[in-house]
């Protein structure tokens, strides 16, 4: 039985970037929404057992007939999981320490590293996820369409944006690149170096 993780602020805590009424919808409702139907899905299976992590990195488990909507619905989970804790407010606004010399050494500057970051949460045709990822002792960017998530691919995620439209709709409406620029005021970076 999977609960949906409990926001660990309130829900106008990333104001004035992304709006109590978007995290109301997000968190209360979508999020809500991906846990309730994982259950259902999961329920008397041998990933009915599991934490969130390990059904990720177990899909091969899921009954066939139901494989695509768990890993819709457990990516739907695990990946809001990482966006809400990555935004906790507080905490460093850049990278430092190993992380810092990670993404100097991938991207040149972190300056460099967010427009690639940008680019890729742009250039993300239709619902998806930007992620930096550890791959490795390296880190990269890529980016996911729907709920896949990097895990299942043997890469540990690191930061994750959802450019899913629920996610910025209500508060840029069709500026996505607009959301994805804004996105940097409201990273908690001692959270990104704690899962690198
Ligand atoms: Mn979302």
Redesign the pocket.
Same mark, same amino acid.
């Given at each position: 039985m999977i609960e949906l993780m409990k926001l660990p602020y309130e829900h106008d805590a990333l104001e004035p970037v992304i709006s109590k009424n978007t995290v109301e919808f997000?968190h209360d409702k979508?999020?809500q929404n991906y846990v309730d139907t994982l259950n259902k899905l999961i329920e008397g299976t041998e990933l009915a057992s599991l934490t969130i992590e390990e059904i990720i990195k177990n899909l091969d488990k899921a009954p066939a007939d139901k494989k695509q909507a768990i890993i819709n619905n457990a990516g739907?989970v695990y990946? *809001?999981n990482l966006?809400w804790e990555e935004l906790i407010p507080g905490g460093a606004s850049e990278p430092t320490g190993a992380l810092k010399e990670a993404i100097d050494k991938a991207f040149g500057s972190f300056e460099k590293f967010k427009e690639e970051f940008e680019a890729a949460g742009k250039g993300r045709f239709g619902s998806g996820w930007a992620w930096l990822v550890k791959d490795g002792d390296e880190v990269k960017i890529v980016s996911t369409a729907n709920q896949d998530s990097p895990l299942s691919e043997g890469l540990i995620p690191l930061l994750a944006n959802?450019v899913?439209e *629920?996610?910025y709709y209500l508060d840029y409406q069709n500026a996505r690149a607009k959301y994805l620029s804004e996105f940097w005021k409201i990273v908690n970076w001692d959270k990104v170096a704690e899962r690198f």
């Open positions: 997000h979508h999020h739907g990946n *809001h966006y959802d899913w *629920h996610a």
